[in-house]
């Protein structure tokens, strides 16, 4: 039995909750990537996953591929308080954290499993475009040949079946936006059985720990967009982030009036 999890976003509660509720049967864990980033314990679960007993086999997401592009000077590092999340992650993590980021790849691909297993954060093309569709998901399909595609990213669990092939974005750890709110989700292949699985977790742990990092004063709009998606599972990021963008000023007029907004 394998455990597939994504989209942790450094909530360590959320991880903890779900490696609790494993199967004994679980013999590995694949990590599909945004394993930190947004929330406020990257290193405690980049941590626990590095220090697991049994084997974890982990890919890059968009979160990891932006810090590492930053690391190796592909990008250069960007300014102002919009990108204060990402910088704030950035500066937390150690050398250990990235020489262990350093190694992983985008993808990956795995013969263990009949018929083999594709592994991505997003469509197998690119880590930002999100299979949420029957389209994309049969292009996603068309790529490939392997007969199980694992995927995250849209941090809502789905699952499609492309002919002999199955397409599936495995839910959200830490950020879940399915509409099940204060619950982490992860997914268990066994053989050919696949299951969601949605687990209660100390949610108010998590907020509380959010709401006393820097996280709350250096990007409080972010962070309380993060906060609204917790306990609701929807999703008050992207709105936030559509908001901010579309604001006529500063980044921190938009984050003040987003915040005005909500009242």
């Known amino acids: 039995m394998i455990a597939i999890l994504s989209d942790i976003h450094s909530n360590i509660q959320a991880l903890d909750a779900v490696l609790a509720d494993m199967p004994k049967q679980v013999s590995e864990i694949w990590v599909l990537g945004d ?49 204060a999340s990402m910088a704030w992650t950035y500066n937390a993590l150690q050398s250990y954290h990235w020489d262990y980021l350093e190694v992983l ?52 669990p789905k699952s499609f079946r492309i002919g002999n092939q199955r397409v599936v974005c495995v839910g959200s750890v830490g950020l879940s936006m399915d509409g099940i709110g204060g619950m982490a989700c992860y997914t268990l292949l066994d053989g050919d059985k696949l299951s969601f699985k949605h687990i209660d977790y100390d949610m108010a742990a998590t907020i509380n720990d959010i709401e006393n990092s820097e996280l709350a004063s250096c990007s409080p709009g972010f962070t309380k967009a993060n906060i609204l998606s917790l ?13 901010v963008n579309a604001y006529d000023g500063t980044w921190e007029e938009g984050e003040q009036a987003w915040l005005e907004s909500l009242k």
């Open 35 to 83: 394993t930190i980033g947004g929330l406020s314990s990257p290193c405690e679960v980049l941590d626990r996953l590095m220090n697991l007993s049994i084997p974890v086999t982990k890919i890059l997401g968009n979160w990891e591929e932006g810090f590492l592009d930053v690391r190796k000077g592909i990008i250069q590092p960007q300014e102002g308080a919009q990108f």
């Open 105 to 156: 790849s985008s993808t990956l691909n795995i013969d263990s499993v009949p018929g083999g297993a594709f592994l991505s954060h997003a469509a197998p093309w690119s880590s930002h475009v999100g299979v949420e569709t029957e389209k994309t998901a049969t292009e996603a399909a068309a790529s490939r040949t392997e007969k199980w595609l694992f995927n995250g990213h849209i941090h809502v």
């Open 231 to 243: 306990p609701t599972g929807k999703n008050f990021v992207g709105p936030f982030i559509d908001f």
